[in-house]
């Protein structure tokens, strides 16, 4: 509470006018009541002045005093009082009479003349008179606070008192507040907070580094007598002459090899408005392999230089208004595989081609029920086939179809599930046999040759497209038998996933997934007599072995820690066993890493990681596979990531 007194005469200290005649060596200068002011000494020889002018009259003045006793109304404070004088008012200060009075003492001394001295007084009193006017302003201002706070405010025992802050304080806070919030919002991207013009807030640079030790090793025991073709070195260069004495390009099966690898991808995502957002991503790699940015240090030679991929390249259009309590997300180009599933069908870094469509609905609270549409080209004939004649072949494009639908629900507060079920057809996906001719030499091209796959990995079975005839120009079949290879199955994957999270434990949260898949377009019937691949040992007196493909594949796993490495030491553990038969799904698709990538595998992987920061994190893998069928083969790998996000 503010208090205002009227001072007495007796609380200022004044100084009457000073004596005539001599003057006393000994004289002092009244103590004022400021009391800062001190005792003046007199000059060591009086010097003789002009009469001083007669000192206005003295009258005490009143005098705001800010009283320490605490406030009358509990809920007030007088320091909260945004009327109190400003530093120094309301003070004891010499009064008007004490400051004429010094004044004329000095002109006696000889300190001053009698024209200054008039100056000084004048000046006193005029700022005497102000000064009696603002402390009456702020008496009035003060009471009527006082006034108002004892009529209007009821406090409780139990209300919050405010402590009042002058206004450029609070100025000066709330800079600084901003400031600190909006510094935060850029680097935690709040809502999309940036600084700069409107066209760089609608622009996301985005971008990730992998560097990777790779240590592959190959058990005693594998097949290294020629059994592991490597159909996709085939198909990418000239067609391989079967009737030749050399083996055709193989896989390693038995020398053990080590190599650093590294993965970067760069993106901008640009939200141009009405729910379009449109993407771009570069990445690194070896070659244009769709399941793998990676790219091996040196293997073209010390410090050569990498090529860059796109990677992404998409427009995407998100829609959460056209109904109630449903999204609608639709995409084309290249994107991200907007599949729910698992590496076993799928590899990590896979993307799709054409076009996207997703819808989900929340019936109830925490249940959506989900559906994906996706119409995807596999390959597209070039326009000039057969470049070497003026007749062209016909094209066989080839493209996959798939739907998905699934659930994602809560059960309970620490229980939530997901499963889907998906359905995937791919047209013209089988290597087609070519009409009869005779190659005259690896130049030539049989009207089948884009049935081949462009990619693959290995598992899948093979059969040889080209329908060479035994001719004289051939020597009736021993010579010039230039060959490509196809897959020897169609392919409509059926595929159950599934995950259970359990979040009793948060932070951390157990993780429980699986895959199931079934490829409902194979025929064993149909390929068992062409197959050149997935054969068991010979057995005399048959040249080939037993064909031994399957179409069915799963993987069941386990995870436990951070659900995502977004803070320092978040971290998680995994294990997961799968067995793939040969033609569960198409070996050019999924895993790239496990077994060294492919199909007619089983085994397990063990995998951790730790962060070492908010956007960079370690991880460890130990995977060891062997094949479900076939000759023998096995492999270790062991991995060691350091990655980091922005």
Known sequence: MVHVSKLSAEDIVQTGPAPTGAIDPAVTVPEAADPGMTTMEPAATPTPVPPAPTAAPTTPIEETVVEDAPPTDPGMDEALNPLLPPPGVGQRTPTESSVINLINLLVERGVLTAADAAGLIRQAEEEAAMAQE?????????????????????????????????????????????????????????????????????????????????????????????????????????????SGLVFSPQLNADKDRQRQRLRLRLGVKADVGSGFTMGVRLATGNNDSPVSANQTFAQSGAFTKYDVWVDRGFIRYENVDLFPNVKLVAYVGRFDNVFYTTEMVWDDDIGLDGMALQASYEVVDNVVPFVTAVFSPIYNTDFNFATNQPSKFESRDRYMVAFQGGIDAEITKDINVKFATAYYYFNNIRGAISDPFVPLSADDEGNTDNTRPLFAQKGNTYIPLRNIVPTAANEFGTINQFQYFGLASEFAPLT???????????????????????????????????????????????????????????????????PVMQKTFDWNIGFNYRYVETDAVIDGFTDSDFGLGGTNLKGYSVQGALALS????????????????????????????ISGKF
């Open 134 to 242: 603002q402390s009456v302003a702020i008496q009035s201002a003060a009471a009527q606070v006082s006034a108002a706070a004892e009529a209007e405010l009821d406090y409780e025992a139990d209300d919050v008192r405010v402590t009042y802050v002058p206004d450029y304080v609070r100025a000066q806070i709330r800079d600084e507040l901003k400031e600190d919030v909006m510094e935060q919002a850029r680097a935690e991207n709040w809502a999309g907070v940036r600084s700069g013009p409107d066209w760089t807030q609608r622009i996301t640079l985005f971008g990730d580094i992998r560097v990777r030790q790779e240590n592959v090793w190959f058990p005693s025991g594998n097949d290294n007598t020629g059994a592991f073709p490597d159909f996709n070195t085939i198909n990418n260069s000239a067609p391989f002459d079967t």
């Open 614 to 641: 908010p956007n960079v994190y370690i991880g460890l893998r130990w995977m060891s596979a062997s094949e479900v069928t076939g000759p023998p083969f096995r492999s270790d790998i062991l991995q060691f990531d």
């Open 496 to 562: 159950v996933t599934g995950r259970i999270n359990f979040n009793h434990f948060e932070p951390y949260q157990i993780t429980v997934y699986g895959e199931w898949v079934k490829n409902l377009a194979f025929k064993r019937s149909e390929i068992a007599p062409v197959a050149v691949n997935n054969r068991s040992a010979f057995v005399a007196p048959a040249t080939v072995g037993v064909y031994e493909g399957g179409d069915t594949g799963w993987i069941a796993g386990i995870k436990f820690g951070s």
